[in-house]
């Protein structure tokens, strides 16, 4: 059996040499870095855990999770959070439809559920922005509930462990995956198991350069020894992103900056920002539209460019820092002073460079 994983060729699909639980669970046991949310698996801390580790790397993630906690400590604070005090904890996190669908989800489990997160794996999926992995992630890790987390480093890990070809993005692959993953999970030790794996995909089962001299199931896995290690697993390229010029003006009168809500669909939605035209603006025309909202411009600076990419649209950022003479703000915007851009209004990730430059006294600007 060993001989025939090992000499099999690119394409083939073979499962492991035997269970890889006992080699893998000992190896987490041994390796697992210490999270605050593994040293106090609640539900609620893992599901809010893994909300924002979806998009976010570990070590930015660990900072936002102990403020968020810290300020909201059960689901019936995150249920009650004003929108803009929320949106502050989130603040520099992106993809904020994630911070929108907790808040929702949290109102949910206090009407429907008394306030405790649903013990079942269905019941955890019917609720906002958690979709399969997430439900699999709290009941397996939260409630100990026999159940598949399936994320790209567990679709990974597989696919070389089988020396799988399939595409990992297709849901036949990801459903295929998470049979594979319940064949070979302890029922008593789920979470660990599911933990163990996406660890392992994290330190060593890495994506381009896995470190097969130093994994514990190398003597089970398929593609070890095999340049399928590396190459697998074989993932769709994803589709082009879309790029749109966006025009910023930084307006600063003696009141402060002007901010703008935007609106409550799409991109950002109900989050501040400062004044901009998702559309590339010449000076001339970007001076009339401030004038047109009744704001004198007295004088500008160009402002540095910078660009933003978002899941499926990419901004290149430019345009101008303005000096405008006092005037009410118009509908719809406020004027803020640095201190309340620091402390109350909390600007996406989009505009960090932007944000900097409003919050800087150093008098570069103007
Ligand atoms: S032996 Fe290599 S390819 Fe196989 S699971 Fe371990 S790290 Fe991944």
Redesign the pocket.
């Known amino acids: 059996m060993k001989q025939e994983n090992r000499e099999s060729a690119p394409g083939q699909n073979c499962p492991p040499r035997g269970p890889i639980a006992p080699a893998l669970l000992e190896w987490f046991y041994r390796h697992r870095r210490s999270l605050p949310f593994r040293e106090d698996p609640t539900p609620y801390h893992i599901w809010v855990s893994e909300i924002m580790l979806q998009q976010t790397r570990m070590t930015a993630a660990v900072p936002y999770y102990l403020r968020f906690i810290q300020a909201l400590p059960t689901v019936e604070d995150l249920a009650r959070c004003p929108e803009d005090q929320l949106a502050k904890l989130w603040e520099g996190l992106g993809y904020y439809s994630r911070m929108r669908n907790l808040q929702k989800a949290a109102r949910v489990i206090c009407e429907k559920y008394g306030g405790a997160l649903p013990a079942s794996l269905e019941e955890l999926k019917k609720l906002p922005g958690v979709g399969e992995y997430t439900a699999g992630a709290i009941a397996s890790i939260g409630f100990g509930l026999p159940a598949p987390a399936v994320d790209g480093n567990v679709l990974r890990?597989f696919s070389?462990?089988w020396r799988d070809e399939r595409d990992i993005s297709t849901p036949a692959a990801k459903k295929e995956c998470a049979a594979r993953v319940m064949a070979q999970q302890p029922p008593e030790a789920a979470g660990d198991f599911n933990q163990a794996l996406m660890e392992l995909g994290a330190l060593?089962?890495l994506p381009g350069t896995?470190?097969?001299a130093a994994?514990p199931?190398?003597e089970l896995?398929s593609?070890?020894g095999t340049p399928d290690?590396a190459r697998l697993p074989v993932k769709a390229p994803r589709a082009e992103r879309k790029v749109r010029p966006v025009t910023v003006v930084l307006a600063r009168s003696e009141q402060g900056f002007l901010l703008g809500r935007r609106g409550r669909g799409g991109l950002l939605a109900g989050l501040w920002q400062p004044l901009l035209w998702e559309e590339g603006l010449e000076k001339e025309e970007t001076l009339a539209r401030l004038k047109q909202m009744g704001l004198e411009p007295e004088s500008s600076e160009a402002l540095p460019p910078a660009r933003h990419v978002f899941t499926h649209v990419e901004w290149r950022m430019s345009g101008w820092y303005c000096r405008v003479g006092q005037a009410p703000a118009p509908e719809g915007f406020v004027w803020a002073e640095p201190d309340q851009i620091r402390e109350e209004y909390a600007l996406p990730g989009a505009f960090k460079v932007y944000r900097a430059l409003m919050l800087d006294e150093s008098g570069n600007f103007l």
């Open positions: 890990v070389r462990l060593v089962c896995p470190d097969c994994c199931l190398k896995c593609s070890y290690a």
